[in-house]
């Protein structure tokens, strides 16, 4: 089963412009990732932010994380035709007992199209 | 290899066949994951492993579904009797140590059962 929501189910932008995701989940988690499918592709890690980390950046991409309303959000600046593509939030929990061994759950995904 | 392989990359079958699908993960990656994507939607775990231990398999859908790492690298992810409800791109994914960081992820089988 899904981990939570994402929002938008899809964004159409300007090349230029910001980008904003949202992310909900509903368990504890140890940590929450984003990645990234071209279509037809794999995913590929963008970012991870930790269960006590409130904000990291990377380059054009800067993520929050809430985890009193279990929600996080993935920024992209400065956008480009290239950034088009699904974004995924995944989230990390931990098992019963405390142990963890990375697996994740993953959102319904937010389809950027990133016009030139 | 450079990141995680995974074939065929596009898979047909006919509903009862039986279908393999093979991940090479990362050289030296102790962890193994297994997903499945339907169209539209993200992916949904369906087993671990540890090196060659099956320490989660609570998300295969049914006893069709039958994974192994018998020497805990190369995967096979088998499917029996399939169904057209069994259509979906199977995504392998490994990471270097059994904690919470990133998973590398490969391009995928597609399956489809007619």
């Known amino acids: 089963s899904q981990q939570g929501e994402e929002d938008p189910q899809a964004l159409s932008i300007q090349e230029g412009e910001n980008a904003t995701m949202n992310c909900s989940y509903k368990t504890s988690i140890n940590n929450l990732q984003w990645y990234r499918q071209n279509s037809g592709r794999g995913l590929v890690h963008l970012i991870l932010i930790r269960s006590n980390e409130r904000e990291k950046h990377s380059g054009r991409l800067r993520v929050t994380l809430d985890t009193s309303k279990k929600s996080s959000s993935l920024l992209i600046t400065a956008s480009r035709a290239a950034d088009t593509a699904s974004y995924f939030c995944a989230t990390a929990s931990e098992n019963a007992g405390g142990t963890s061994y990375g697996k994740l759950t993953f959102g319904q995904g937010t389809i950027l199209t990133v016009h030139p | 290899g450079a990141g995680v392989s995974q074939s065929p990359r596009y898979k047909v079958a006919k509903r009862g066949q039986d279908v393999a699908l093979r991940c090479d993960p990362i050289s030296g990656h102790v962890s193994l994951f297994w997903y499945q994507q339907a169209l539209g939607q993200g992916p949904e775990f369906l087993t671990y492993?540890?090196?060659?231990?099956?320490?989660?398999k609570s998300g295969l859908p049914s006893d069709r579904f039958f994974a192994e790492r018998p020497e805990g690298s190369v995967s096979t992810l088998k499917i029996q009797r399939t169904q057209q409800e069994d259509s979906a791109v199977y995504l392998c994914?490994?990471?270097?140590?059994?904690?919470?960081?990133?998973?590398?992820f490969g391009s995928g089988t597609q399956l489809s059962v007619l």
């Open positions: 492993f540890q090196n060659e231990a099956q320490l989660d």
């Open positions: 994914a490994s990471s270097k140590r059994p904690k919470n960081e990133k998973l590398f």
